[in-house]
C-alpha cells in the first residue's frame, strides 16, 4: 500500500496496488479534541480523534454533546448520513450517541463527523479520522498442491498486506535462495517456481510473509505433492502351463508410480472375445479372494478393492495386490487349453498418466501314454513292444531297459543288432530279435516334450524250455538208508516233471522204496536201496509247451572210508600225547563224520576209544601213565560206518622223577554259548606237571568291569559253564591249574554274549539235540505213513494193512506218499559228490534222452542239451 495525493482533496490517497479501492485522508491540522461551537452552549466532542484499525476488525466511536441538543447524527467520509446496518450500529440517547464499525473493511477508512443540533436549528459537530491498513492475509492457499513429474511447478503462495510483504520461501528448514537452488526461482507474485520437478522435490514449503514497518511476519506450510506416471515391469511376459492337470499361472505386474495406480487386467479368450475385465484400486494390502461365476453381474469393492476371483468353464481367475513393490497379480487355476492367449497385464492409471504391458500364455497338453501293453516272447523268437503317446507339442518316445539303464530312441539299433527303435507320428515300436532270458523284465516308455514327460511301464516276459539248475548228478547210499535225489528246473511257464526208472515211469505215489516229492521246480526222488538192483540209473524229464529236457542221476553204492595214514605223535608228556594223523585217500562217497582215535597200553588187550572234534586230524590224548609205553591206531567213520584202522604206532609218556615234579600247565579252552544267559568253556587238560589236578580256578568278567567273579572247577571235568551272563557284552576270562605243587601259568580267554535273541520256532528247537529232532521227524514221518496205509486199507484196498490181511503178499501194492512235505536237510551228508583223494576217478553220468514211441517201447540214446 502506497500514499499518493488525492484527486479532489488537500490531503492523502492510500492505494493498493493489489486492489482497486483508495481511501484519502484530510490533512490533519485541527487542534484535539475536535470542538465546534457556534454558542456557548452548544458543545460536541469524540472520545478519539484519529484510529488506526485493521482490516476485520472493530470499533465504536462515543459523540457527547453538551448543551441541549435534540439530534444526534453521523456521517460516513462520503458525507452521507449513517444508517444502522449489520456492520454499522447506532445507540442515541439525548446527549450521547455511539457508532460501532463491525468488521471493518478498506472502504470503511475516512473522516466521520458527528454532528448535533439543537431547538433552534444550530448545529455543532465534531469528527474523527479512521485509518485502515490491510494485515499480513494469505488467501485461499491450497495445500497440498500437486505437479506432475517433470513439468514445471508453480506453488502458489497469495499474500495480502498494507504496505506490500516481504516474502520468503523455505524448504527443509533452509531459505530457498537462487543460487543455492538453481531450478527454484521465487516470482514477482511471490510464488514459488519449481523447474522440471522430481519426487525429490516433494515435501513442505513454507511460505513466510513479513511488513518490517509494523514487525508483523506470518506464514503457511504448503505441502508440494509430485504425481509420477505408472510405470509396468514385468518379470515375465512368457507363461507356459499344462492343460487339465489342475495347474495355476499367476502373471505378475510391478507397478510403481505416484499416487498408486488404478490396474486393470483384460484378455481376450481363443475366441477372440473379451471375457472380463478387473479393476484394482491401488492399495497396499492383500485380502483373500471373493468367488463369483463369471455369468454374474462383476462388483468390485472400492473401499477394499484388494481381490476378487470368478470361474470361467472349469478355470477359475483371480486377482491380488501385494504391498511388495505394488504387485498385482492375475492368477488362473485349473488351466484348459483354452485358457491360452494374450492377457493385457494392468493398465495401470493415475492422475499423473497410464501404462499397460501385454502378457502371453501358452496353453501345451501334457504328453500322455495311451497305449503300453506286457509281451509274452518265447526264447530265441522275435518280440515287438509299441507304445503311443499324444500329447501338444506332440512328444519324442525313448524306451529304458530297467535291468541295465540302457536307452534306446528313435532309430538306434545295438551294437549286436538284436535291439532296434522305429517311430512316427506318436507311436514307438521297439523291436528285439533273438530273445534271450536276460532280456526278461522292465521296460520304461517315456514320452518326452520340452514341457514335460509321461512314463509308463511294461514288462517283457520270456517262455523258455525247461533248464536243469545243477550238475550233481552222483549221489552215495548204501542198502537201507534212504537218499534225496533232487531236480531242480528252472522253467517259463512251470515245466511238469517226472522220473523214470530203466523204461518205466515212477509215479507220483512212489513205490515201495521211493517216493516223490514235488514243488515248484523241484522234484525231489526219495530212494531206499533194498539191493543191488535199487542202485543205477534214473532219469529226470522236465516238459513244458515250449519244449522237453532230459536229465540223468546215478545212485552209487557207498562204502567205508579206507584207512587214515601218517600218524604221528607229538608233546608227549607224562599224561598226555597228542596224535596227528592224514585223512585217507577215499571216503566212500560219503563225508566222514569223524575220526576214531584208539590207544592202549602195550600188553593190555582193552582198546579205548576217543573221538576227534568234528572231522580234525588232531587228537589229544590225555589220563595217561608215566612212564608207559602205549600203542595208537585210527579208523575214519562215515554214514555206511567205521573204515579200516591205520597202521599202529606205539609211544612212550615220560617218567616223573622227584626232583622234577612241579608245578602243570594251563588248560587249552575253546568256547561255545550254551542255553540262554549261560556259555559253555571246554577245557583240555594240559600237562599236569606229573602230579594230577586237583581244580581249575575260572574268574570271568566284563570288559568294562575291574571285580572279576571266581568259580571253582573240579579237575577231573572238562568244561566249565558261566551263567547268568548278560546280554551283548564281551568276557574276560582267565583260567589256573592247580595241582599239590601249586598254581599254573594263567591262559586267558574273550568270547562275547550276542543280543537278546527274539522267541521263534526257531529258537525253542534250538534247545534240542540233534537226535532228538531226528527223533521227532521220525516219529511224525511214521505217524502219517500210517495214517496213509489206513487210509489206502479203506478206500483203496491196498497198502501194506492190506498186504497183512491177505495171505499172499507177493506182489507189493504202492503205497500214496500224498502231502508228504519234503525233509529238509535229511540224508544230507549223502547229496554231496564223490571226491577222491589222490586222482580215482569219479563217476561220469551221461544225460540220456528217452523217447517213448506209439508202440510203448522205450529207446535211450545220449543227449547233447545238457542243461
Not at 474523527?128 to 494469505?138: A, D, S
Amino acid at each position: 500500500m502506497r500514499l499518493v495525493p488525492a484527486a479532489k482533496t488537500k490531503g492523502l490517497a492510500v492505494t493498493n496496488p493489489s486492489s482497486s479501492f483508495s481511501v484519502c485522508f484530510l490533512p490533519l491540522y485541527f487542534p484535539a479534541p475536535l470542538l465546534f461551537s457556534v454558542t456557548a452552549t452548544l458543545q460536541v466532542s469524540i472520545s478519539l480523534n484519529k484510529v488506526e484499525l485493521s482490516v476485520g476488525e472493530s470499533k465504536f466511536f462515543i459523540c457527547t454533546a453538551i448543551g441541549e441538543p435534540v439530534r444526534l447524527e453521523w456521517y460516513n467520509p462520503q458525507g452521507e448520513r449513517i444508517v444502522p446496518s449489520k456492520r454499522m450500529a447506532l445507540h442515541t440517547e439525548t446527549s450521547r450517541s455511539r457508532l460501532i464499525i463491525y468488521n471493518a473493511i478498506i472502504e470503511d477508512a475516512g473522516i466521520y463527523r458527528c454532528q448535533a443540533t439543537d431547538a433552534s436549528g444550530h448545529t455543532e459537530e465534531a469528527s474523527v479520522v479512521l485509518e485502515i491498513y490491510q494485515r499480513l492475509t494469505f488467501r485461499d492457499v491450497q495445500s497440498p498442491q500437486e505437479f506432475r513429474h517433470g513439468e514445471t511447478a508453480e506453488v502458489v503462495c497469495d499474500v495480502i498486506s498494507s504496505p506490500v510483504p516481504v516474502v520468503v520461501w523455505y524448504y527443509q528448514d533452509k531459505e530457498i535462495t537462487e543460487e543455492h537452488h538453481s531450478r527454484f526461482q521465487v516470482l514477482p507474485n511471490n510464488n514459488l517456481q519449481i523447474h522440471q520437478v522430481t519426487k525429490a522435490d516433494e515435501g513442505v514449503y513454507r511460505c513466510e510473509a513479513s511488513v518490517e514497518a509494523r514487525g508483523e511476519i506470518d506464514f503457511v506450510d504448503i505441502a508440494v505433492v509430485v504425481n509420477v506416471p505408472p510405470v509396468l515391469s514385468v518379470s515375465q511376459q512368457s507363461f507356459n502351463a499344462t492343460a487339465d492337470y489342475q495347474e495355476s499361472v499367476t502373471f505378475t505386474c510391478i507397478t510403481s508410480g505416484s499416487p498408486d495406480p488404478v490396474v486393470t487386467w483384460h484378455s481376450l479368450l481363443s475366441s477372440g472375445k473379451a471375457f472380463h475385465e478387473i479393476v484394482e484400486p491401488g492399495c497396499r494390502d492383500f485380502l483373500p479372494f471373493s468367488r463369483k461365476s463369471i455369468s454374474e453381474e462383476r462388483k468390485v469393492d472400492r473401499d477394499r478393492g484388494k481381490g476378487s476371483s470368478w470361474s470361467h468353464r472349469s478355470s477359475t481367475f483371480s486377482t491380488g495386490w501385494t504391498g511388495d513393490g505394488g504387485r498385482s497379480m492375475l492368477t488362473i487355476r485349473n488351466i484348459r487349453q483354452g485358457d491360452g492367449g494374450t492377457y493385457t497385464c494392468c493398465k495401470a492409471t493415475n492422475k499423473a498418466g497410464s501404462q499397460e504391458r501385454e502378457l502371453f500364455l501358452k496353453v501345451f497338453v501334457q504328453p500322455h501314454i495311451t497305449q503300453l501293453k506286457n509281451v509274452t516272447a518265447v526264447e530265441g523268437s522275435a518280440a515287438m513292444i509299441s507304445c503311443v503317446a499324444d500329447g501338444e507339442p506332440l512328444p519324442d518316445i525313448s524306451w529304458r531297459r530297467a535291468s541295465d539303464g540302457q536307452t534306446f530312441v528313435d532309430g538306434d539299433k545295438s551294437q549286436d543288432g538284436r535291439f532296434e527303435v522305429r517311430g512316427r507320428h506318436g507311436k514307438s515300436v521297439l523291436t528285439i530279435s533273438g530273445v534271450r532270458l536276460s532280456d526278461l523284465g522292465r521296460f520304461d516308455c517315456e514320452a518326452l516334450s520340452r514341457i514335460g514327460g509321461h512314463q509308463k511301464s511294461m514288462f517283457l516276459d520270456i517262455e523258455y524250455i525247461p533248464k536243469f539248475l545243477t550238475n550233481h548228478t552222483i549221489y552215495y547210499s548204501w542198502e537201507g538208508n534212504p537218499v534225496n535225489i533232487s531236480c531242480d528246473v528252472m522253467s517259463n511257464p512251470p515245466a511238469t516233471m517226472l522220473w523214470r526208472r530203466e523204461r518205466f515211469t515212477i509215479s507220483a505215489e512212489g513205490t515201495a522204496n521211493t517216493r516223490v516229492h514235488s514243488a515248484e521246480g523241484k522234484s525231489v526222488l526219495e530212494v531206499t536201496p533194498m539191493s543191488d538192483r535199487d542202485f543205477g540209473r534214473y532219469n529226470c524229464t522236465a516238459r513244458n509247451n515250449i519244449g522237453v529236457r532230459y536229465q540223468e542221476f546215478i545212485l552209487a553204492q557207498a562204502d567205508v572210508p579206507s584207512n587214515p595214514y601218517s600218524v604221528r605223535l607229538s608233546a608227549v608228556s607224562q599224561r598226555l600225547a597228542t596224535v596227528t594223523f592224514m585223512k585217507p585217500d577215499s571216503h566212500g562217497g560219503v563225508p566222514i563224520s569223524y575220526y576214531l582215535v584208539q590207544y592202549k597200553e602195550v600188553g593190555s588187550q582193552d582198546w579205548r576209544d576217543v573221538k576227534s572234534h568234528s572231522v580234525q586230524t588232531t587228537v589229544v590224548l590225555t589220563g595217561l601213565e608215566p612212564n608207559t609205553t602205549y600203542e595208537v591206531r585210527v579208523a575214519a567213520v562215515n554214514g555206511k560206518g567205521q573204515g579200516e584202522f591205520s597202521h599202529t604206532e606205539t609211544f612212550q609218556t615220560l617218567p616223573i622223577r622227584e626232583s622234577e615234579s612241579r608245578v602243570g600247565s594251563p588248560p587249552a579252552v575253546h568256547g561255545q554259548r550254551g542255553m540262554g544267559k549261560a556259555y559253555r568253556l571246554g577245557l583240555v587238560k594240559q600237562d599236569d606237571g606229573g602230579m594230577p589236578i586237583v581244580e581249575y580256578i575260572v574268574k570271568y568278567k566284563t570288559d568294562k568291569e575291574e571285580q572279576w567273579m571266581t568259580k571253582l572247577v573240579p579237575g577231573a571235568n572238562d568244561f566249565a559253564m558261566l551263567q547268568p551272563l548278560q546280554w551283548n557284552t564281551r568276557y574276560e576270562v582267565e583260567i589256573t591249574a592247580r595241582n599239590v605243587k601249586g598254581l599254573s601259568e594263567p591262559t586267558f580267554y574273550q568270547f562275547f554274549m550276542p543280543q537278546k535273541p527274539d522267541i521263534t520256532a526257531e529258537s525253542l528247537f534250538s534247545g534240542l539235540g540233534l537226535g532228538a529232532v531226528v527223533g521227532l521227524g521220525l516219529g511224525a514221518l511214521l505217524l502219517l505213513l500210517v495214517l496213509v496205509d489206513v487210509s489206502c486199507f479203506f478206500l483203496r484196498h491196498c497198502g501194506l494193512l492190506m498186504c497183512i490181511t491177505r495171505t499172499l503178499c507177493s506182489k507189493k501194492t504202492a503205497t500214496s506218499g500224498k502231502g508228504k512235505e519234503i525233509e529238509e536237510g535229511k540224508a544230507a551228508y549223502l547229496k554231496l559228490p564223490l571226491k577222491e583223494e589222490n586222482g580215482k576217478e569219479s563217476l561220469k553220468p551221461d544225460t540220456i534222452e528217452i523217447k517213448v514211441h506209439s508202440d510203448n517201447s522205450i529207446h535211450t540214446k545220449p543227449d547233447d542239451s545238457k542243461a
